[in-house]
C-alpha cells in the first residue's frame, strides 16, 4: 500500500530536549516536505526537498533542521525545542510529474512544555 | 496569502450532492485548480484537480466555470466520512515551471454532513 508514515505519532517532551520526527515514503518519490499546523493560521510549510541531498526552506524554516539521505526518507529535526513549537506537523511526498498529486502522513503532534 | 477565497462552512444532508465553490478570480493561464480536504486532524488528501475541463473521478467531479474565475467541487452522493475541511488551492504545474511544491492552504471550507 502507497503510503507516507511519521513517527511518533504523539509526542510530549520539555524544551530543550532535542527531538527527530522521521518520515518515511514508499512511492519512490523524489519530493518531500514538511508542514506544521497551528489553529488559526493552516498549513505552512517548513522545508522541502526536491532529491537525496538537495533540501531548502520552506515559509517557516526556523529552529528546525532536515536532512535527505535516503530517497524514502525526510527526518525533521529540532535541535533545541521551544513551546512556540507545539505543533501539528505532516510530511508529504510526491512525483516530479508535473502534475503531481502530494500524499500526506497521518501526522504528529507534539507538545514542547 | 492563499488566492482563493472559500464560505467558512456548509452544511449538506446525507446522501444528497454536496457543491462547495471556490473564488480564484486571479488565477493565471498556468495555474490549476486543486481541491484537498482534512478529516479532523488527519493528513490532507488529494481529492480532484483541473486547468480548464471539467474533471470526474471516483471520489468527486470539478466544474470550472469558462472564464476559470470560480470553480466547484461537487461530491455527488455526500455520506457522513465527507465532513471535513476542504480546501481549493491554485498553483503552477511543476511542468510550467513553477515552484516546488508549496501548497498555500487557506483556511478552506467546514463541510458538515447530517443524516
Known amino acids: 500500500e502507497a503510503q507516507v508514515t511519521q513517527n511518533p505519532r504523539y509526542l510530549i517532551t520539555v524544551t530543550g530536549k532535542k527531538l527527530t520526527v522521521t518520515c518515511s515514503q514508499n512511492?519512490?518519490?523524489?519530493?518531500m516536505s514538511w508542514y506544521r499546523q497551528d489553529p488559526g493560521l493552516g498549513l505552512r510549510q517548513i522545508y522541502y526537498s526536491m532529491n537525496v541531498e538537495v533540501t531548502d526552506k520552506g515559509d517557516v524554516p526556523e529552529g528546525y533542521k532536515v536532512s535527505r539521505k535516503e530517497k524514502r526518507n525526510f527526518p525533521l529535526i529540532l535541535e533545541s525545542p521551544s513551546p512556540n513549537q507545539t505543533s501539528l506537523y505532516f510530511c508529504?511526498?510526491?512525483?516530479?510529474?508535473?502534475?503531481?498529486?502530494?500524499?500526506f502522513g497521518p501526522g504528529t503532534r507534539l507538545l514542547v512544555l | 496569502d492563499a488566492k482563493t477565497t472559500q464560505p467558512p462552512s456548509m452544511d449538506c444532508a446525507e446522501g444528497r450532492a454536496a457543491n462547495l465553490p471556490c473564488n480564484h478570480s486571479t488565477i493565471s493561464g498556468n495555474e490549476y485548480v486543486y481541491w484537498y480536504r482534512q478529516i479532523h486532524s488527519q493528513g490532507p488528501q488529494y481529492i480532484i484537480h483541473?486547468?480548464?475541463n471539467n474533471e470526474t473521478n471516483e471520489m468527486a467531479s470539478l466544474i470550472i466555470t469558462e472564464d476559470r474565475k470560480s470553480s466547484t467541487l461537487i461530491l455527488p452522493h455526500a455520506t457522513l466520512r465527507d465532513t471535513a475541511v476542504y480546501y481549493c488551492?491554485?498553483?503552477?504545474?511543476?511542468?510550467?515551471?513553477?515552484?516546488?511544491?508549496?501548497?498555500?492552504f487557506g483556511k478552506g471550507t467546514k463541510l458538515s454532513v447530517k443524516p
Open positions: 508529504a511526498s510526491s512525483s516530479r510529474d508535473g502534475q503531481e498529486t502530494q500524499y
Open positions: 512511492m519512490n518519490h523524489e519530493y
Open positions: 483541473g486547468l480548464k
Open positions: 488551492i491554485v498553483r503552477v504545474a511543476r511542468s510550467y515551471g513553477g515552484s516546488q511544491g508549496n501548497l498555500i
